[in-house]
């Protein structure tokens, strides 16, 4: 069931049953030369959305614009700042808990977004304990998960590809994307093969270090099949682990 699918009567006959909701969070930020700038919002929608329609949970809006500054050098990348970005999940989340929900699952796509993730849970729970009627133990229970940590999913990930999966622009999750949108799918040649590696430092530095985006990966193997495979485990993971948060 997704929300912006659904009418208001529907949300609210799920909100009898249920007070749970999974949002997509990723960014949106260049993926290297055969990497759509949309993977990291697209793999846990994807992921997400097979879910939802497997077990009827409800996924609310992909929140896909994070904290990309590092990948401004590269043409299409949008980023928040951090502020803007936190400021921006109090506001989902206040309107979600406004209706009922409290429970909110976010299934995260890019590593860049953790910490201010966390940052903005905090900023959440902290609006909660202060308010009129806060006490210790809010209702609200906020869980971030990011799909590449799903249980099983890291392992399927280097059993697929033992070599140049790297840490950006990984042949996984540009697998996940191919799998999600097969006429998207790009063959392009990598030079060196497997991208060199390095520290994360601002937008110019990083063009420097890895001028084709990647960063020690080699993202030419992805395939939709691939993708396929990684998906089922992840959707399997979610599924058992959002019962367990809703029921929580
Ligand atoms: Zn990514």
Redesign the pocket.
Known sequence: MQLHLSTWPEVETYLAGSKAIIIPIG?TEQ?GPNGLLG??ALCPEIIARRACDEAGFLIGPTFNVGQAQHHMAFPGTITLRPSTMIASMLDWTQSLVRHGFERIYWLN??GGNIATITAAFSEIYHGVTFSGDGGNRPPLKLQLRNWWELPGVMDLCREIFPVGEGS???PS?VSVTYFGYPDAVKSVAMSPKIAPTGPIRDAQDYRRRFPDGRIGSDPSQANVEAGGRIVAAAVKAVISEFKQFEAA
């Open positions: 960014s993926h993977t990291d796509g890019h950006h622009a990984t999750e």
